[in-house]
């Protein structure tokens, strides 16, 4: 089974606790300070995961809704208009929306190029003329400078081992997630500790690390303009060394 499809459910809640309110309402204030012009009419929160953006975004007067892949996170989204669906193969009808944002790196799960960039295609096919929309991507060459290979850290009730390495030939940063409880094997004391280290869960995310040029020109092919590249959500102009790659643009009319 495809990693996404098993990783996004409570464990994912529990260990990305600290993706919390407050940086929502950070990222809704930079959308609405880069995007401006006229109020749209419909947002999608593509990959929506739990709410939070869409939740800030609708607090600010958008009219926004979800998709996810994940029931489970979707679930957690109790009130806010949003539908389970592939990225891929969008449940909506041409033109609908006036923006569309992907936050937290939601591109480049798939293995195939072709599916990757099948995701671009249907964010052109979902805008409507003159539409906008943001991409947030991790920023390749700061994350692979940079990459911890090894640590382990406690997040959620769980002790985490943590494996990261990049694959050249595939050009993915993939990290390997061992879960057991903060309290460690030991809180088992009947279970011998192979098995309690057998009985760890274990997750893997695989992201493809594009370069800036690569998505912008993936966007082209698509039929999508982008007008900016920023680095972080404070509005400052994307750099080699920036924590993130957020791309702002627009279908043509």
């Known amino acids: 089974m495809a990693w996404y499809k098993e990783w996004f459910g409570q464990e994912y809640l529990e260990l990305y606790a600290h993706r919390d309110e407050r ?23 593509l990959a929506c995961g739990a709410g939070r953006h869409t939740e800030k975004l609708r607090g600010r007067g958008f009219r ?34 006036d923006w569309v944002l992907n936050f937290f790196t939601s591109f480049g799960y798939f293995e195939s ?8 295609e249907e964010i052109e096919r979902v805008l409507a003329p003159g539409g906008r929309f943001l991409i947030d991507l991790f920023n390749r060459e700061q994350v692979v400078a940079n990459l911890v290979t090894r640590e382990t850290q406690e997040r959620g009730g769980f002790r985490v ?18 879960l057991e409880s903060a309290a460690g094997p030991a809180a088992v004391p009947t279970a011998p500790a192979s098995k309690a280290t057998e009985a760890a869960p274990t997750f893997l995310e695989s992201v493809r690390a594009y370069r800036p040029e690569e998505v912008t020109i993936g966007l ?7 007008d900016a590249l920023y680095g972080n959500f404070e509005r400052e102009s994307f750099q080699s ?13």
């Open 220 to 226: 082209k092919w698509a039929g999508l303009e982008v």
């Open 64 to 97: 926004t809704f979800g998709v996810d892949l994940s029931v489970t996170l979707l679930v957690q989204a109790r009130g806010l208009p949003r539908t389970a669906g592939d990225m891929c193969c969008l449940p909506f009808r041409d033109l609908t929306f």
């Open 23 to 45: 940086e929502a309402e950070r990222h809704a204030e930079f959308v609405r300070g880069v995007l401006g012009g006229e109020h749209p009419r419909a947002v999608l929160d």
């Open 113 to 120: 190029e072709r599916q990757n960039f099948r995701v671009l």
């Open 161 to 178: 081992e943590i494996e990261r390495w990049f694959d050249e030939a595939t050009e993915r940063v993939n990290k390997r997630m061992r």
């Open 241 to 253: 060394d920036s924590e993130r790659l957020i791309l702002v643009g627009h279908k043509p009319s």
